[in-house]
Structure formats: C-alpha cells, structure tokens
C-alpha cells in the first residue's frame, strides 16, 4: 500500500498512489493510514485521484480510518474519481464525509 | 444450467467464461484483466464501472461468506448486450442463509458509523433481475447491470 504524505500546519494530505482500495488490500490500507496519521495533528485530506476502483471492503476502511481520527479530527476526501464516487454516493457516504471536488489550492502542485 | 440463468445470457454477443480461485487477489486480477477485455472495453464506461462494482460484491461474497477462507472454485459467465451486461456466478460453498439474497438494507448512519453492511446494497442498487438459487450442489447468483438512467 504505497501512501505519499505532506504535512503542514494544520493539514496532513495523504495521496494514495494504488489502483483499488479493495478487499485485498483494506486492511493493509487502514493499517499504513494508522501509521501516517499517528505523527500528525489536525485534519486530513486523502487524495483518491489515482484511486480506480473502491469496493465496500474499501469503503469499510475509509470510515475506519475517519474512526481512528477521533472526534476532534476530520477526514476530508478529494479527487473522487467516478465508480469511487458512486459508491460513497449510493451508500450515502458522501453525506459523512467532507468531499472536496477539487484539490485545495495549496496542494495542485504537490500532488 | 438452470433456465433463467440461460435466459439472462442471451445477449447480442458471446458468452465469455472465467474461472478463478476463491481468493481476494484472484478476484482483483479478474476484474482488472475482465473491464480491459477487448470482448468489454466499447462498453459504456459508466456500465463498465457499475458492473465491476456488483461484481466484485458478488465475488468477495463468494470468497469470504460461501467458502468463508476455504480454497474453492467460482464460475463466471458474461454476456453483453446493447447497453447491459448479463452476469452468472456460481459457487460450490455454503449455501445462502434461508437460502435467499440478503435485504441489503443501507446499515444506519448512527454516531458509531457502520463499516461494513454495504455490499449487497450495492448489488441490488445497481442489478436487475437479480436471481439466486441453490442448483446440485451450488450457489446461482444472476443479474443484469445496465447503464445509469
């Protein structure tokens, strides 16, 4: 599970450089997140833009990963791309997470 | 085969077979290889991306709850048609519990997020004519998936 990290002040971004979140590879997924959102504080983007394929193992682990940010910490989401937005859509995810269209200004060049 | 598992395979083309191991990596190297198929690829991309969903709910069922981390054999057959892809799955594991297809009701959006319980609302969300029976021995799971409204 390949993840590239930027920190800055008050935002961890988080690109996933894979195909598929899937049920080969969901728990692995949770697993690497855990590690690179324990140095941090604050928020975090996940940038999904080379991100394919989603099933709902992969889905699963996207809110696990938001659980595993506690209360106080948000999990935003961007560069859906468009069976992985179907998804979060008709599970109705999409109402949960904050799901940014575009990438945030300060990250076009970085990611 | 069973009837209106032959019905639903017939489409304008001919039907493709597969055959893959009940393992979550072999059900991933299936679809990859399955939606770059030149026998798939004109297939409207939103097509392509509902079924592959459906699919691959329908096959990871197969793997985790029918032979439930047990070495076993799925089955495969596609048939495209004008906009709609015709879908057979068949499986030698467990049967279905009551032998029918879960409700697939959306689990609740409580304070404690559910992180499972998707699957099979997402399958009857994006299938038509979705059928299940229990056939010598094997699980029969068949559906259409046709193009967004």
Redesign the interface.
Known sequence: MNLVTREMPDLLAVEVLE??I???CAIQFKDRMREVMASASGRVLLNMSRVQ?L???G???V??V??LLGPDRKLELAGLT??VE??FR???MD??FRIHADLPEELRDAC | MPAESRSILEGDGSVIHAQIGSD??A??DW??GIFADARLEHLP??LK??A??VL??AL?NV??HAYAGTNGTILIELAAGAGALACVVRDSGHPMPGLNIPEGR?PA?ADD????G??W??IR??SRDLTYCRQGGQNVLSFRVVCDD
Not at chain 2, 113 to 116: H, R, T, V
């Open positions: 195909d598929r899937d049920a080969a394929f099933d709902s193992s889905l699963g682990a809110v696990a938001m659980k468009p069976t179907k998804v008709l599970t109705r109402s949960v | 979550p990596f059900v991933r679809l990859t991309e939103d991306g509902s592959e969903i691959a709910e990871n793997v985790e959306l959006m997020l559910p992180e499972g998707f699957g609302h997402l969300t994006l």
